[in-house]
């Protein structure tokens, strides 16, 4: 009896522990972006009187109307929506026919085909950047959400690999018992598979979309002029150097609006991100 | 045309447009880089001129190289150990504490750096970090502790290069790692408890074995990042100095191909850092896969 | 369903018109005929330079000026180059004085007599001669001198208050005064004495103050001749004087950025910095800045550099080329110089255009002293070269290198990056 107390007691002490040391992780974590969220809504000539603070003094809007009035903000967001959304549905256009070829197609080159793209996950993107670039200068493509986009679709790798596992792992009886229906291979992609492996698209969805929403060192050598801007990329633009303007009310106020949608995307697949990275 | 045949004829075509993104936008411009590496290439003209081994001496014989080969290899000794431990550490905490009502939260402002991007994330830290005034500075010399020059003092530069990059990164490896341990059968972890394992040997014995593979993706995933998204938070803190002290090799090959317009340089860069990642991934499968357990 | 179908439609409309919107935006006040050209510039829209454009297309002269803010010369300049290999020059670019000979020599900036002799004779006549050898390389006019400026010396009034310092600031400082001045802003404010002072001074950690403790040392980073002059005595002698007081934790050496925050705070006393400087520190800071002239060098006479930017034609059309001449004229013009003296550069025009604010005065009386370009760096590694000579000066900040082993070095570096 008195034994049990104690382990009883010895855990309430040990989650007491754990507690502490997770709220104390978090509160450091978060706190450049709690810093952030008090700076938007901060008016920006207060900003740099005072350097800490978790609550904004005099709350308003004004950041964000102040960085509208400088650059075309709401254009910047549509166009992060754009190249994201468009990335992602490439990805996932290419990686899901490819991984369920790879998981259920018999061709005698499918194995090599499958390391050959497989092994890409291991490229840094910096690697193709110079040729890449001076491609994409070549076709007069800069300064366009295309080049952007197209070149930033291809890295699959982790994709192709990951719906391929979905797919293998599927009962095989589920393919014959539709072969046997009269299912040719093609048409088990879109009845079987497909939906078997739908409730994880979200979950890498999420993850493309958020690389893409992201890119930064790309964007800032493809997209020159202020309309084709992403927010990630002219986040950039309210730092000018030779005036020594600090408009640092407006960039953290376009800092919260290029976080927004992110949040929720991943808010949106976070059931499937835990049903997508479960050990099976 | 039989079965067989059409079948074989259908995988080819699902399989050939990611083979061909791939080929083309990955795999020729390193076969490009190649041929750069020994060309002298003047983009505003156009013209092309046979260098030979010049690119090769220029980047070979500069300190530069030197320094950023050091500092890959730094950074991926002190990042890739604490962006998979740290995440484990504390999704094994969340797992202890599932069900009460604080876990989302915790959870949450864990995950939240991971969301913002490089430029965000930079806009965010050098305030803070300003060395003559900034927030973190005030609070140290609140507490009665020496302020830090951060990241311009050539010796501490390196470090809060990595605090960032960690910062920004650790979430992914969080949420994988919480996902893989939260299914881990209750049972088979009490059966260990009741037979006295205290802990560390039941992280050891059943979590790390059941999520092995998890575990595996999470290691090559955290190598391969390392190397890639440093870049972005070295390009927005420091610029790879001072005096190249936070630069790697990723980083010098952008600051030589399009910032110095040398691309011949930044080709052997890139030639050489492909080398050292196969090399990498080779020694992650033969050594480290054969111990993963695939359920 | 048809209720569905309605929103969508609805919805794809309201989607195209926002597409379609900021190009509407843009259209407005400029004809379908008017020839249109890009100006890649290091000015946001919310500079003077903004209203130099607006100021111009207002005027309906048959050509429409775009402003695209391209980060500052480095930045800028690789984005230039970009679209020099694409094909696609913008019509004009702010180039950096210190890329003159990439200018022309890499990016082909057009000589403006080449367009139109006559009009550029006309154009470079609103400006004074001593600028004309800035923008002259290898016998061409490659552009309009229009931005100069100049490293000065700024100071938090309230903290010199403070400290008890003497308010009648000299015309004339050198670095023993100013950096007495420093010892004493620290002992008097330092360890928490006055509640926003953190440090007494920054110099600007870069290649351009340093350039200017050199040449006020008798030394020089490039001469007139060409040659690389920084293991020559008096430039080590400059560059030990520019780190005593890194060295001595007065001045704690950070970026431009975190300088100009730190300053307009009031957590620094002094800082040396471009003159155009005197028009958003006094905006931006809650106290009175005073202005004076750069540190001079005991002893020694003052030859300070200039620096900033001047306007290059890139357009390869005659067309664009000969729109790029139309929106250089008004640059160049009374009305576009009062207008443009806002950003805060020098006068260099010959047009009597009032100062923008008092605290300009010493940089005036800077350029009557005369001064020299700042560092141009040539050849094909000129980028490289001013890499080198700026991780050169941090690392004698940090003390890594003593001065004249990393003098020497530098010396070294340099010369063979721009005989590249």
């Known amino acids: 009896m008195r034994d049990a107390s104690h382990a009883g007691r010895r855990a309430a002490v040990a989650r007491a522990l754990v507690h502490v040391t997770l709220a104390g992780a978090s509160l450091a974590t978060v706190f450049p972006l709690v810093w952030m969220l008090a700076a938007a809504f901060t008016p920006n000539d207060l900003i740099l009187a005072r350097p800490f603070r978790l609550w904004p003094e005099s709350p308003t809007l004004a950041n964000f109307a102040a960085a509208a009035d400088a650059y075309p903000i709401w254009r910047w967001l549509w166009n992060s929506i754009v190249a994201a959304a468009a990335v992602t549905a490439g990805k996932l256009a290419l990686s899901l026919p490819a991984a369920y070829a790879f998981a259920r197609g018999r061709h005698r080159w499918r194995d090599a085909a499958f390391g050959f793209v497989i092994v890409t996950m291991a490229f840094p993107t910096v690697m193709v950047i110079v040729p890449t670039y001076l491609v994409v200068v070549r076709l007069g493509a800069l300064d366009s959400l295309p080049a952007l986009i197209v070149p930033s679709i291809p890295y699959i790798g982790f994709y192709v690999f990951f719906f391929r596992q979905a797919m293998k792992a599927l009962p095989s009886e589920m393919f014959e018992a539709a072969s046997i229906d009269g299912a040719g291979f093609l048409r088990q992609f879109v009845d079987i598979a497909l939906p078997n492996v739908a409730h994880v698209v979200p979950a890498l969805a999420a993850f493309a979309f958020l690389g893409a929403w992201n890119i930064f060192l790309w964007g800032q050598l493809t997209l020159g002029s202020v309309e084709t801007k992403t927010l990630t990329v002219g986040v950039a633009l309210f730092s000018d150097i030779e005036g020594a303007q600090s408009l640092w009310g407006p960039l953290m106020a376009v800092n919260c609006l290029a976080i927004l949608p992110v949040l929720v995307a991943f808010l949106l697949a976070r059931r499937s991100i835990e049903r997508a990275f479960a050990s099976r | ?295 | 369903m048809p209720c569905t179908r309605l929103s969508r439609r609805t919805l794809l409309a309201g989607l195209a018109a926002g597409v379609a919107a900021p190009a509407v935006l843009r259209a407005t006040g400029a004809r379908a005929s008017d020839a249109r050209i890009v100006v890649s510039s290091n000015f946001g829209p919310e500079t003077a330079f903004q209203a130099v454009v607006d100021a111009f297309n207002a005027k309906g002269l048959g050509v429409a000026v775009e402003n695209r803010f391209d980060g500052n010369y480095e930045e800028a300049t690789a984005k230039t180059l970009a679209a020099v290999s694409a094909g696609r020059p913008p019509a004009l670019m702010t180039t950096g004085w210190k890329f003159g000979y990439y200018a022309k020599r890499t990016l082909g900036a057009r000589d403006l007599r080449e367009i139109d002799a006559a009009r550029a004779e006309a154009l470079i006549g609103n400006f004074v001669p001593s600028v004309h050898t800035l923008v002259t390389v290898d016998d061409a006019l490659i552009g309009v001198p229009w931005a100069m400026s100049t490293p000065i010396t700024f100071i938090n009034m309230e903290h010199w208050r403070a400290a008890g310092l003497d308010e009648a600031i000299p015309e004339e400082i050198d670095t023993d005064w100013l950096y007495e001045r420093a010892r004493a802003l620290q002992a008097a404010l330092g360890g928490g004495a006055h509640p926003s002072f953190r440090s007494p001074l920054a110099l600007s950690n870069n290649e351009w103050t340093s350039q200017s403790f050199v040449q006020n040392a008798g030394g020089a980073v490039i001469d007139e001749a060409g040659a690389v002059g920084l293991a020559r005595p008096e430039s080590i002698a400059g560059m030990e004087l520019f780190c005593v007081p890194a060295h001595e934790g007065l001045w704690i050496p950070v970026g431009s950025r975190e300088q100009d925050a730190a300053f307009i705070a009031g957590a620094l006393s002094i800082v040396t910095t471009s003159s155009t400087r005197v028009i958003n520190y006094p905006q931006a800071a809650p106290f009175e800045v005073a202005t004076t002239r750069f540190p001079g060098v005991p002893g020694r006479p003052r030859r300070m550099n200039s620096g900033g930017n001047f306007l290059a034609v890139y357009a390869r059309e005659a067309e664009q080329a000969q729109a790029a001449m139309t929106f250089l004229e008004f640059c160049g013009s009374q009305e576009g110089q009062d207008l443009w003296s806002g950003v805060g550069y020098l006068n260099s025009s010959v047009h009597d255009v009032a100062a923008p604010t008092p605290l300009i005065a010493p940089a005036q009386a800077q350029l009557a002293d005369g001064l020299t370009a700042e560092t141009i760096w040539p050849g094909t590694r000129g980028f490289e070269a001013q890499n080198a000579w700026r991780n050169a000066v941090s690392r004698m900040l940090e003390r890594v290198d003593p001065v004249p082993v990393a003098m020497a070095r530098a010396q070294d570096e340099v010369a063979a990056l721009i005989a590249a």
């Open chain 2, 1 to 295: 045309m039989d079965a067989a045949d059409r079948r074989a004829l259908s995988t080819a075509g699902l399989v050939a447009p990611a083979v061909l993104a791939v080929a083309a936008f990955l795999y020729l411009p390193i076969a490009a880089s190649g041929l750069l590496a020994v060309l002298d290439y003047h983009p505003a003209t156009q013209t092309f001129r046979f260098a030979g081994l010049a690119n090769i001496a220029a980047v070979l014989g500069g300190d530069a190289f030197g320094r950023a080969a050091w500092n890959t290899l730094v950074y991926c000794l002190v990042l890739v150990p604490a962006q998979v431990l740290v995440p484990l550490a504390l999704a094994l905490g969340l797992r202890e504490i599932a069900g009460s009502r604080t876990a989302p939260v915790y959870y949450a402002c864990l995950f939240a750096p991971t969301l913002v991007s490089f430029s965000v994330a930079g806009a965010v830290w050098l305030p803070l970090l300003n060395p003559i005034n900034g927030v973190l500075n005030e609070m140290l010399t609140a507490l009665g502790l020496p302020p830090s020059r951060w990241h311009t003092d050539a010796r501490a530069a390196l470090w809060v290069v990595s605090l960032v990059a960690f910062w920004k990164t650790f979430g992914l490896n969080l949420v994988l790692w919480y996902a893989a341990l939260m299914t881990i059968p209750k049972e088979q972890i009490e059966a260990a408890r009741i037979d006295g394992a205290g802990f560390f040997r039941r992280v050891r014995d059943i979590d790390i074995p059941l999520a092995s593979p998890t575990a595996f993706f999470i290691l090559v995933t955290t190598v391969f990042t390392t190397l890639d998204d440093i870049v972005g938070i070295i390009d927005v803190l420091t610029g790879g100095g001072p005096f190249e002290r936070t630069t790697n090799l990723p980083y010098l090959l952008w600051q030589r191909g399009l910032v110095f317009f040398q691309f011949g340089q930044a080709s052997v860069i890139a030639l050489v850092t492909i080398a050292i990642v196969a090399i990498l991934t080779w020694v992650q499968f033969r050594f480290v896969e054969r111990r993963v357990t695939y359920a």
